[in-house]
Every structure is written in C-alpha cells, then in structure tokens.
C-alpha cells in the first residue's frame, strides 16, 4: 500500500492534466488556508476577550478558580468529541462548539493576567505570532515529508505530559525550566507538521468547496489553534513577568 503521507503539492496537482486545472486546485487550497487562520484568529480573539473580562472580575474569578478541574476536563471532552464527531454533524454546529471550546479556553487562560504583567504577556504574544507565522510557513511551503517529525513530536509530548505532572508533585525548578523549554521545541515542530498535515488533508479530500471542506477548515483550525496557545503558555514562562 502506497504511503499517502509522501504526496506532495506538485505531484498531486500534476494529476489533474493541465494548467487550468492546476490553477483551479491552487486556488481552491488557498482559499481552504485562509478559511483555516480566520477561524483560528477568530477563536483567538474569543478566547483573548474571554480571558480579559473574567479577570477584570473577582466573582468571575473565584466561580473559574473553585471549578478550575470540571473546566478542564469539560475542554478536553469537548475537543475529543468534536475531533471524533465533526463529520457526522452539521458544520454550523461544528462551528458553534469550537466557539464555545474557545471561550471556555478563554476562562482558563485568564488566571495568566494575575500571574503576569500585561506588558509581558502582550510581548509574549507577539514573540509567539511570530515564532508561529514562520513555522506555519515552512510546514506550507516545505517539500519534504514530515510525517516522521510528527511520529517523534507525538513521544516527545506524551513525555512532556508526564513530566508535567510528575513535576506538580516535586516542585523541581530545573525540571520545570526543562520542560517549558522541551515544550517550546514540540510546539514549534507541531506548527510546522501540523500545517502540512492540513495541506494533505485537503489535497486527498478534492477540490469541491462543500461542507466536508467547510470542516475539514474548522478542524485545521482547531489543530493551529491548540499549537499557538500552547506555544505562547510555554514561552510565556519565559517573558512573563510576575505581577507579585
């Protein structure tokens, strides 16, 4: 069986024959790319606002902070359900369920305006916009497959999982530097793989804007999304300035 994951744009596109139709699949991925970052920069937007006015509110605060567990465990049951479920449903829901994630995101992320001076955070922000734009550029534009990458980037999270929560009960400070650091390194490789991985998606999905492509967009969203907040969490350990 032929590994799909080693297609790549021209030798797909080739397949169509002819220049005009080469036009038409080069139009079609540009158009599905940007769907892609308006989602994410949307949902970015929410979860920003959302993380703002929740700690512009000590009664806000003190709900989010006593329920801190069933928000996470509602994020990540939400994720799961619309990764697993997005084809079966309806795009519009799909849509509303990822708005939804990133205001619930948004209520967990405000605890970072107690912890860190707004100065800090907005250049962390930027450092991470940044750090972002040109991964996602590579994975883009590159050629070579980076399936492989993505196979060790995979470990290499599930590693930093557990390191994270071993390191909740030791209090180490080296262990907890190691960690930001390995997961600045995962994150930025996962920008990189996972938009290459959106590309091979559409591209073996066809060239029809239709529904499936719709969500096929709001799921590569989602994936960059994911990648830019943690990225940004991760270097903010190191350019956040502690408010105390």
Not at 94 to 103: C, D, K, N, Q, T
Not at 190 to 202: R, V
Not at 207 to 225: C, F, H, I, R
């Amino acid at each position: 069986m032929e590994n799909r994951n080693n297609f790549d744009y021209e030798e797909i596109t080739s397949a169509y024959g002819n220049d005009g139709q080469t036009t038409i699949v080069a139009s079609a991925f540009s158009a599905l790319m940007r769907k892609v970052y308006v989602w994410m920069a949307l949902a970015l937007v929410v979860s920003g606002l959302t993380a703002l006015y929740v700690s512009r509110s000590a009664g806000l605060l003190q709900m989010a902070g006593s329920g801190i567990w069933l928000l996470v465990i509602a994020e990540l049951a939400l994720v799961i359900f619309l990764t697993a479920r997005i084809h079966k449903m309806s795009f519009q829901t799909a849509g509303i369920m990822f708005v939804l994630y990133s205001v619930l995101n948004g209520v967990t992320l405000s605890f970072i305006f107690l912890a860190y001076t707004m100065s800090s955070i907005a250049t962390t922000f930027f450092v991470t916009a940044g750090t972002f734009a040109a991964m996602s550029l590579i994975g883009y534009g590159t050629r070579r497959d980076l399936s492989s990458m993505g196979r060790y980037l995979l470990f290499a999270l599930i590693g930093l999982i557990i390191a994270t929560v071993v390191n909740l009960f030791l209090g180490n400070g080296l262990l907890n530097l190691v960690i930001s650091a390995v997961g600045v390194l995962v994150f930025v490789g996962l920008t990189a793989y996972d938009t290459q991985k959106i590309k091979q998606m559409f591209l073996m999905n066809g060239t029809d804007v239709n529904e499936g492509t719709q969500k096929l967009a709001l799921m590569g969203s989602l994936m960059l999304y994911l990648d830019f907040i943690n990225l940004f969490l991760y270097l903010l350990r190191f350019f956040g300035r502690s408010n105390n």
